[in-house]
Protein backbone atom coordinates (compact mmCIF):
# COMPACT_ATOMS: atom_id res chain seq x y z
CA UNK A 1 0.00 0.00 0.00
CA UNK A 2 1.39 3.23 -1.09
CA UNK A 3 0.67 6.05 1.52
CA UNK A 4 0.75 9.81 0.80
CA UNK A 5 4.48 10.06 1.92
CA UNK A 6 5.74 7.47 0.00
CA UNK A 7 4.00 8.86 -2.90
CA UNK A 8 5.46 12.29 -2.54
CA UNK A 9 9.39 10.92 -2.15
CA UNK A 10 8.96 9.30 -5.32
CA UNK A 11 7.77 12.27 -7.06
CA UNK A 12 10.55 14.00 -5.54
CA UNK A 13 13.10 11.29 -6.69
CA UNK A 14 12.52 11.38 -9.96
CA UNK A 15 11.93 14.49 -10.51
CA UNK A 16 15.69 15.09 -8.48
CA UNK A 17 17.47 14.30 -12.16
CA UNK A 18 15.46 17.33 -14.06
CA UNK A 19 16.15 19.67 -10.97
CA UNK A 20 19.97 19.04 -11.42
CA UNK A 21 22.02 21.87 -11.73
CA UNK A 22 25.29 20.52 -13.67
CA UNK A 23 26.90 23.81 -13.04
CA UNK A 24 27.01 24.21 -9.22
CA UNK A 25 27.58 20.41 -9.04
CA UNK A 26 30.81 20.71 -11.48
CA UNK A 27 34.13 18.14 -10.29
CA UNK A 28 31.55 16.44 -7.89
CA UNK A 29 31.60 12.66 -8.37
CA UNK A 30 29.44 11.44 -5.82
CA UNK A 31 26.99 8.42 -4.43
CA UNK A 32 24.44 9.61 -1.95
CA UNK A 33 21.84 7.23 0.50
CA UNK A 34 18.43 8.42 1.40
CA UNK A 35 17.88 6.33 4.33
CA UNK A 36 14.04 7.82 4.98
CA UNK A 37 12.48 6.43 7.97
CA UNK A 38 9.42 6.53 9.46
CA UNK A 39 5.95 6.07 7.84
CA UNK A 40 6.27 5.98 4.03
CA UNK A 41 9.93 5.67 4.41
CA UNK A 42 12.78 4.07 1.28
CA UNK A 43 15.90 4.31 0.99
CA UNK A 44 17.17 5.65 -2.52
CA UNK A 45 20.99 6.13 -4.43
CA UNK A 46 21.16 9.37 -6.12
CA UNK A 47 24.92 9.46 -8.37
CA UNK A 48 26.58 12.32 -9.45
CA UNK A 49 29.09 12.66 -11.85
CA UNK A 50 29.99 13.71 -15.10
CA UNK A 51 27.05 16.15 -14.81
CA UNK A 52 24.72 13.85 -14.51
CA UNK A 53 22.57 13.16 -11.72
CA UNK A 54 20.59 9.96 -11.36
CA UNK A 55 18.46 8.28 -8.94
CA UNK A 56 17.65 4.59 -8.43
CA UNK A 57 15.36 3.09 -5.24
CA UNK A 58 17.06 1.08 -3.02
CA UNK A 59 21.10 1.65 -1.97
CA UNK A 60 23.25 0.68 -4.84
CA UNK A 61 25.99 1.49 -2.87
CA UNK A 62 28.65 -0.17 -0.71
CA UNK A 63 30.56 3.09 0.77
CA UNK A 64 28.58 5.66 -0.30
CA UNK A 65 30.32 9.39 -0.27
CA UNK A 66 27.29 10.31 2.02
CA UNK A 67 24.75 8.93 3.79
CA UNK A 68 21.84 10.82 4.84
CA UNK A 69 19.15 9.94 7.13
CA UNK A 70 16.16 11.71 8.65
CA UNK A 71 12.32 10.61 8.37
CA UNK A 72 10.18 10.49 5.47
CA UNK A 73 7.52 12.98 6.30
CA UNK A 74 10.57 15.46 7.60
CA UNK A 75 12.47 14.88 3.84
CA UNK A 76 8.85 16.10 2.32
CA UNK A 77 8.66 18.77 4.56
CA UNK A 78 12.52 19.67 3.56
CA UNK A 79 11.99 20.18 0.15
CA UNK A 80 8.88 21.69 0.45
CA UNK A 81 10.74 24.31 2.02
CA UNK A 82 8.81 24.09 5.02
CA UNK A 83 12.01 22.50 7.21
CA UNK A 84 14.82 24.52 7.00
CA UNK A 85 17.99 21.72 6.32
CA UNK A 86 20.71 23.46 8.55
CA UNK A 87 18.19 23.71 11.57
CA UNK A 88 16.72 20.09 11.04
CA UNK A 89 20.37 18.86 11.36
CA UNK A 90 21.55 21.21 14.37
CA UNK A 91 18.16 19.81 15.93
CA UNK A 92 19.57 16.27 15.32
CA UNK A 93 16.10 15.41 12.57
CA UNK A 94 18.92 14.47 9.97
CA UNK A 95 21.79 12.56 10.48
CA UNK A 96 24.45 12.14 8.13
CA UNK A 97 27.63 10.09 7.32
CA UNK A 98 30.46 10.65 5.16
CA UNK A 99 31.06 13.50 3.42
CA UNK A 100 29.78 16.50 5.77
CA UNK A 101 30.78 19.44 3.38
CA UNK A 102 29.36 17.62 0.43
CA UNK A 103 25.87 17.28 2.94
CA UNK A 104 25.76 21.04 3.43
CA UNK A 105 26.68 21.85 -0.71
CA UNK A 106 23.99 19.24 -1.61
CA UNK A 107 20.70 21.86 -1.97
CA UNK A 108 22.46 24.09 -3.93
CA UNK A 109 23.21 21.69 -6.55
CA UNK A 110 18.99 21.76 -7.50
CA UNK A 111 16.28 24.08 -8.73
Do not use: H
Request: aromatic share 6%; with cysteine; glycine share 10%.
Amino acid sequence: MTTDTDAKIRKLMANMPEAFNPDKAAGVNAAIVYNLTGEGGSVWTSRIADGKCTVEEGQTEDNPTLTITMDANDYVEMMAGRLDGMQAFMTGKIKVSGDIMLASRLMTFFS
